[in-house]
């Protein structure tokens, strides 16, 4: 079964930027369809964006357009979430998940999930 491990949050101050990683130990993430979601104290888990084994890409989440970018480097066998211009408002456990199948804003059509990174955005 495939496992996913997030890395990369930490303390931010408002304005600074973080670049998330996701990342898979004894399988590969090329097959996949990779989606990034966060989730805030007292929140509902929130989509932000997906990305495609061929590099397409969508966007859910308005408060993130713009300032933040899914990429895949097959390479590493990686998936990253840059994310600049951060916001208090920005701080949550961010999670990757994953699907054979489709990008989905649905946390239930992505049955693999790592255990999250915390982001924390303040002064």
């Known amino acids: 079964q495939l496992q996913l491990m997030e890395s990369g949050g930490g303390l931010v101050q408002p304005g600074g930027s973080l670049r998330l990683s996701c990342t898979a130990s004894d399988s590969s993430l090329d097959r996949y369809y990779i989606a990034w979601f966060r989730q805030a104290p007292g929140k509902e888990r929130e989509a932000i964006s997906c990305?495609?084994?061929?590099?397409?890409?969508?966007k859910f989440a308005d408060s993130m357009e713009g300032r933040s970018t899914i990429s895949r480097d097959k390479g590493k066998n990686l998936v990253a979430l840059q994310m600049n211009s951060l916001r208090p408002e920005d701080t949550a456990v961010y999670y990757c998940?994953?699907?054979?199948?489709?990008?989905?804003?649905?946390?239930?059509?992505?049955?693999?999930w790592g255990q999250g990174t915390q982001v924390t955005v303040s002064s």
């Open positions: 998940a994953a699907s054979q199948y489709m990008c989905s804003h649905e946390g239930a059509e992505l049955p693999y």
């Open positions: 990305i495609s084994s061929s590099g397409g890409h969508a």
